[in-house]
């Protein structure tokens, strides 16, 4: 890799690529999007399909594909005859013990092959930008236990534990609405895949979807990155192989994929393929690519298929990112926070144009007021606007960033973001506010061990005429487990100190401290043997039996969704407290005990902080970006220059005493952290250190 990153060697050629600039020559950074909007239309997504279809056929390998526009739209299902209908989802052997890791969804063989597909396309589309190009590839070497994978005594990967996410419970992500594209972001039944095979798109330097494929009816992760996936069998980056051949004349600029990009001062990976390695390569650069081909509608099974609560069997127009269409546009200066449009700033909006998340004063005494959040807002994309991205091209790009402002019960009270911002923010950054709160507030302990158990589902295939294994179950475990551990380990309560989800994910790591291999796991993780990117913990846990659920509408055994938000149909109500499947087709009622704080579930890496006034706790913030300590610095940041400048009785930080890096927890002599911030941050200024004393 070493030798890879430094040599010289002739550049790939940029056939079959998008150019990274705009039709004056600009690199886009951004602009582009909304100066000369594009989309996929229906004759695009055709090509995509037909191109990859075609790659496969000269493989003799049948894939599933699923095309999605920025936003999440499934513009296209497709199946080949012949490719598998179901997944395995895996993490693959345990090293120490030659065991194959089963548990949570490790190992679990009942999801329909288009929903992983689906996945990967969503990563490789929510995590790219403008700026910066990446794939589910990418995905797979940021969320392990080690950055790099394989590579033992380092620490987890930056964004670690972030496939647990766009959940199809979520009350942020949208559903289907029954027609065809709409305002997003949408879910995933899933989660983020780690499995190669979802590349972007793009049109004119612009970010316009992504196509996910899987032909080997395996959805697992690349553990050891420093290899070729070809080396054993020349097939054996297979979905990938498929994928590129897909993205022909759409493909990520070069100077933007994540192969030009470091991270932690390692290089990131965008495929282990390129154009040339294709079979079709030739039929790709003469135009030659047989016609789109929707099969005879002979059977459900093959061809343009439907998505049960995702999608139509059609092909559609995608929507064109930063117009209201596609639920993301320029903040006015009219409805929006005074100050968010003159400072760049955009917003969520639905189906009507409205700011679905407009800024309101929090609820109880001494909450955050309207004005608090408003300045927030606008603090912190201003903010964002001078910080130095960390991986966006070109070098000198502004970062850019979404934020989430929930008060005392976990309710959105705010939300904003800078232009071209990453769409996995959305979700997310709820995620990490409400974990902040939830970790700061007292009374955690007591409602986690009255949620229902996590009902694993049994390894293997579905029973005949079935859709779950026989016997179903493998295991339940108690939530209540995690309140204990927490307890014992830190020597404190929920509360008892304020929790950053920095200092959050420590603890929720396979190994404490985080990058010592063979030490016990945190209090929120699974041991060694038992933990994987599909079985964390705590935090799949939480929200295992919703995802289940759900699955089971999917696969047609339950009659309807999971239960959507009294108020907006299109969000689901939250993901806590669902009882285990045997117990719902049983006949026992659907939820118990929810917990509305943390009703999107919980995350483990940086970005989210506690909001206080004095001592009080009464609120948090989830803020991501470019980069793991742009997510920290800039929301503490702004916490800090807001209560300053609305003067004495305002907002502040947790008091130093109360923060999380005060312990040092299960016997090790370290302390947790709370916030790293970098030392040079800003484009418009050297100042250093900005964090120090706050």
Known sequence: MLLA?????DRPSEVGTSPGVDARGRPCSGHCQTDNPQRLDVADVQRIIAQGV?????????????VIDRVGNVLAAYRMPGAPPRINVTSGIYAPTGTLISGGLDNVAIVPTELGSLAKALTAMYFSSEGNAFTSRTGGQVIQEHFNPGEPRTPGGALFGVQISQLPCSDISRRFNGIGPDPGPHRSAIGFGADPGGLPLYKQGVTVGAVGVIADGVYGVDKVITDDDRDADPDGNID?????????????PRDRRADVITLEGKTARFADVDFEDLRTFGQLLAQQTPAFDPLPPLDDDVGLIAIRGYANAQVAAGTRFGLPESGIRAADTVTDAPGLAAAD????????????FPARAGAGAGGLTKAEVEALLVKSVALANRARSQVRRPLGSSAGIHLVIVDINGDIVGAARTRDALVDAIDVNAQKARSALYFSKAGGAPRLAALPPAEYINAGPPAPGGVLPDPPTLRREAIGQYASNFRNFLGAEFGDFAFSTRAIGLIGRPFYPDNIDGNPPGPLSKPGGEWSIFSTGLQLDLVYNAVIRHLAFVLGVAPTDLPADPDRPLVGAGCTGYSPITDILDGAPEQANPIPEIRNGITLFAGGFPIYRGNQLIGAIGLSGDGLEQDDFLPFLAIDQVGKELGPGSINNAPQAIRAD??????????????????????????QEVCNGL
């Open 5 to 9: 990153g430094c040599s010289g060697g």
């Open 54 to 66: 075609a790659e496969a056929n000269a493989r003799g390998r049948p894939a599933t594909f699923v």
């Open 240 to 252: 990938e192989l498929i994928a590129t051949a897909a993205t022909f004349g759409f493909g990520a």
């Open 345 to 356: 700033g955009f917003v969520i909006v639905d189906e009507n144009n409205q700011n679905r």
């Open 662 to 687: 005060q312990l040092r927890p299960g016997g090790f002599d370290v302390n947790l952290r709370y916030v790293i911030c970098p030392q040079s941050p800003f484009l418009d200024s050297d100042v």
